[in-house]
């Protein structure tokens, strides 16, 4: 939704005047990431763990790397659509490490500000990991937020 219908005072008995909201449309095209891997019958039955289990493992991973490169970077067709093609996003780019949580402080007052609720962030696993193992990230606690840890 880009605008709220709107309200306005009316007279008793008068008629109330109707209003719609102003709506964005992403239109999507039906698309799938897939892949095929194929390991020979001695490898499936005789390997510990299983081979099968390993090598689709690995693919499934591979997949959710792909979803996640179409969602935030915006591929070329046959990949669907990302977030880049929406007008009015607000985004933050690190320029560098993160020294604290201000930037997530910042977003949800940015969020609160056109009626949004954050209810998360979205970062790498190895960015998420160097933070905590470094510790470069102090756990604080933002008001009306759950404790991060």
């Known amino acids: 939704m880009v605008a709220d219908s709107t309200a306005s005072w009316v007279a008793e008995g008068a008629e109330i ?3 719609d909201p102003a709506l964005q449309e992403l239109v999507v095209t039906p698309a799938k990431v897939a892949g095929l891997t194929m390991i020979s019958r001695e490898l499936a039955d005789d ?3 299983q081979a099968a289990q390993v090598v689709g493992d690995g693919l499934a991973r591979d997949i959710a790397r792909r979803i996640d490169q179409a969602v935030f970077a915006g591929l070329a067709a046959p990949a669907p659509a990302g977030l880049t093609t ?3 996003l607000q985004t933050y780019v690190n320029a560098g490490a993160f020294g604290n949580l201000d930037f997530a402080a910042e977003a949800i007052s ?3 500000t056109v009626g949004a609720t954050v209810t ?3 970062t790498s696993p190895a960015t998420a ?3 905590v193992r470094t510790g470069a990230v102090p756990c604080r606690r933002v008001p009306g937020r759950r404790r991060l840890s």
Do not use: C, Y
């Open 129 to 131: 990991l160097a933070k």
């Open 47 to 49: 390997s510990h763990p």
């Open 17 to 19: 005047t109707p209003s």
């Open 120 to 122: 998360a962030f979205v």
């Open 110 to 112: 940015k969020a609160e």
């Open 86 to 88: 929406l007008s009015g």
